[in-house]
């Protein structure tokens, strides 16, 4: 092995969390039910993909564009009160990484803008020599077309990299471009598929590191 690849969200930051508050009090405020129920579906999915899922839920006619814009704004409002939260051991690791010389790349079904902002604000977009998003495909995961593409970005072998994934679907995607998956879970714990398709999991990234040190 001689690359990793990153998902962010629920990985490198704990946004997941604060997507699914903000997706809950739009609905909330909406009158929509189950809300807590669909929002699961759509972790580590792109726009295109949530979106079809949303719409089987409450209708083909259901403004969907404008439940996200509001969802967004409650978004990135809790983000500017409270600030972009990282994940514990993130700097870490990738400062491990680039010591040894890794190669590290990162493969986020987010949007680009948003993608670049949390790096940016952060400090750490220099560590990733490729940063690919959901807008760069048009489906993401499960399919395995994002990881793909940034192991082409990275001018690696899939089979030559680590996928560090929190969500089922980020593991199906990286498992089924023929990487090596790494759990870290989050919001949804493992099942018996995620164990038989994760190469380890881990309970955070220090747990992580360690496995990476070991294997040199």
């Not at 690359?3 to 699914?20: K, N, Q, S, Y």
Request: glycine share 6%; hydrophobic share 40%; aromatic share 10%.
């Amino acid at each position: 092995m001689r690359a990793v690849v990153f998902d962010m969200d629920g990985v490198l930051f704990d946004t997941e969390r604060v997507c699914m508050e903000s997706w809950i009090a739009v609905a909330d405020l909406d009158g929509l039910p189950d809300m807590e129920k669909i929002f699961p579906q759509c972790i580590g999915r792109n726009a295109n993909d949530s979106k079809k899922i949303v719409l089987e839920a409450y209708g083909q006619d259901f403004d969907y564009d404008r439940f996200r814009k509001k969802a967004s704004d409650f978004f990135w409002d809790s983000i500017e009160k409270n600030g972009l939260p990282m994940m514990a051991g993130v700097r870490e690791i990738l400062d491990w990484l680039k010591e040894e010389k890794w190669i590290v790349g990162l493969a986020s079904s987010t949007k680009r803008s948003s993608v670049m902002h949390h790096l940016g604000q952060s400090g750490i977009k220099d560590y990733f020599q490729a940063v690919v998003t959901g807008d760069m495909v048009e489906h993401s995961k499960p399919l395995p077309d994002i990881y793909l593409l940034a192991c082409r970005a990275l001018g690696i072998e899939p089979c030559e990299a680590y996928a560090v994934e929190d969500s089922p679907n980020g593991i199906r995607s990286a498992y089924a471009a023929g990487m090596c998956p790494l759990m870290v879970p989050d919001m949804l714990q493992p099942d018996e598929e995620m164990r038989h398709l994760s190469h380890r999991i881990f309970k955070d990234l220090a747990e992580v590191l360690d496995f990476m040190k070991l294997k040199g």
